[in-house]
């Protein structure tokens, strides 16, 4: 659902451009409560296995495609404001790197595929699990249904956006009926990659998954030949140091170039849902040639790599490279901040008298 520049004019690209700076602004803060010694590391890997996924196009219908938003995904994973830093950067790579999503409508893109997104399925996972029982598999339902209507959603906030700057004079009914429908289908692939990704964590570290905190895996005991509940205990959890992420941290990495490395190349190569639409309704009229259309990276390959699939399983390698560095980078940056603020409200001179 990446917007090229020209489908939003200007002004309501500036707009939209404010709304992403002050959402990422405050998704900065939040996230200094959010990210510790555990997720921190995590929260670069989620943005880096974003961006492989993301080169999975699928087919949803005839000539049409999807890929993962990720919005879902990373809010469940590392916590509603580090989720809207995790896509936001793999948004930015994708603009200023391979020439995915205008650079006038990075605002317009990290409003619609990165806060929308990470709102509304955190809001509705949180409202599932407060209701379902605290179970992993209670989880993975409330990751499915949460990831479903937030793609629809985001379709729907990017038609409000064309119905206020649009730049062709469409009929919005029907591109409303299109955008919704197609993306409807698109958020069940969407869901079932965010069910399986949360599941998997949840079932080998649920310690890592900021959705499933106070998750327990209730203990049955045989009394008289029946299975009852066992009494509820508080046991202290282990030391981070016993419980070592490496081989997730590992585990999530390789499957992330392996991803967009090799995976990619049998990808859908028919249009994506907004890219659809806009051809068929004519919403692309004054859509421009991206700024740096010509950059070695555009388009997910390498310039001067005839091989296809080597050109681009090598573009994205370097794309899951750029972005984990990046995302790292950010998040232990974050984490420092709050980790000195912690210092410097212990000290004597920071302790209120």
């Not at 989620?46 to 219908?61: D, E, G, H, R, T």
Request: contains cysteine; hydrophobic residues 50%.
């Amino acid at each position: 659902m990446h917007a090229p520049d020209g489908f939003i004019n200007a002004p309501v690209s500036a707009a939209a451009g404010l709304v992403a700076v002050g959402a990422v602004a405050v998704s900065l803060r939040g996230a200094r409560r959010e990210l510790d010694e555990r997720t921190a590391p995590l929260a670069g890997l989620v943005a880096a296995f974003i961006f492989a996924v993301q080169m999975l196009n699928f087919p949803v219908a005839a000539g049409t495609s999807g890929h993962l938003l990720g919005g879902a995904l990373a809010a469940i994973l590392v916590g509603p404001y580090t989720g809207v830093l995790c896509v936001s950067v793999v948004l930015l790579m994708q603009a200023v790197l391979f020439a995915d999503g205008g650079l006038t409508a990075l605002g317009v893109n990290i409003t619609d595929m990165a806060i929308v997104t990470t709102v509304v399925a955190y809001a509705l996972f949180r409202g599932l699990v407060t209701v379902l029982p605290r179970t992993r598999r209670s989880m993975t339902v409330a990751s499915f249904i949460a990831a479903l209507v937030s793609v629809p959603a985001s379709a729907l906030v990017f038609t409000l956006l064309y119905a206020i700057g649009g730049t062709a004079d469409v009929s919005l009914g029907k591109v409303v009926t299109a955008m919704v429908g197609v993306h409807l289908l698109i958020g069940i692939g969407e869901a079932v990659i965010t069910a399986l990704t949360v599941g998997a964590v949840v079932a080998v570290r649920p310690d890592l998954v900021h959705g499933a905190r106070g998750l327990r895996q209730k203990l049955k005991l045989r009394v008289h030949g029946e299975l009852v509940d066992a009494p509820e205990t508080d046991p202290e959890p282990a030391p981070v140091t016993a419980r070592s992420q490496r081989t997730v941290w590992i585990t999530g990495l390789a499957a992330s170039l392996v991803l967009a490395g090799f995976v990619s190349f049998y990808a859908s190569a028919d249009p994506d849902g907004l890219e659809k639409v806009a051809t068929d309704h004519g919403i692309d009229e004054k859509a421009r040639e991206h700024a740096i259309a010509d950059s070695p990276l555009a388009d997910y390959g390498v310039r001067d790599v005839d091989d296809a699939r080597l050109s681009g399983g090598l573009a994205g390698v370097i794309g899951v490279g750029v972005t984990v560095v990046a995302g790292t980078g950010v998040f232990w940056a974050v984490r420092r901040r709050r980790t000195g603020e912690e210092a410097d409200a212990t000290s004597p001179s920071g302790t209120s008298v």
